[in-house]
Nanobody, 123 residues
Framework: QVELVESGGGLVQSGGSLRLSCVDS????????MAWIRQAPGKERESVAI????????RYSENVQGRFTIFRDNAKSTVYLQMYNLKPEDTAVYYC????????????????WGQGTQVSVSS
């Protein structure tokens, strides 16, 4: 069973960096596509980055392409989101999610979710 716990959120100034981590305490994520999804108040949920089970395939939202990097360490049951050049519009709750089927993951459909971590970017 995948059990996801995010960490690493916080308050940062515009142009700053943060690294989010998501640990699977159930140690079952190695077969799963993983994603970081954000939700800002009054805005639709957005899948910002997705990575396949092996770590070799990634996809990014246009809003973060070139600024964010998703990567994973299956031996540590952890997926990361490295965020550079943060902007106030990146402010949101960031969720980690897991899905066994790559097609469903691309469609934004995820079976397992973490509780979320808040990222706030001040101007």
């Amino acid at each position: 069973q995948v059990e996801l716990v995010e960490s690493g959120g916080g308050l940062v100034q515009s142009g700053g960096s943060l690294r989010l981590s998501c640990v699977d305490s159930g140690r079952a994520m190695s077969d799963y596509a993983m994603a970081w999804i954000r939700q800002a108040p009054g805005k639709e949920r957005e899948s910002v980055a997705i990575i396949d089970w092996s770590g070799t395939g990634t996809r990014y939202s246009e809003n973060v392409q070139g600024r964010f990097t998703i990567f994973r360490d299956n031996a540590k049951s952890t997926v990361y989101l490295q965020m550079y050049n943060l902007k106030p519009e990146d402010t949101a709750v960031y969720y980690c999610a897991a899905e066994l089927n790559w097609g469903r993951a691309i469609a934004g459909l995820f079976t397992f979710w973490g509780q979320g971590t808040q990222v706030s970017v001040s101007s």
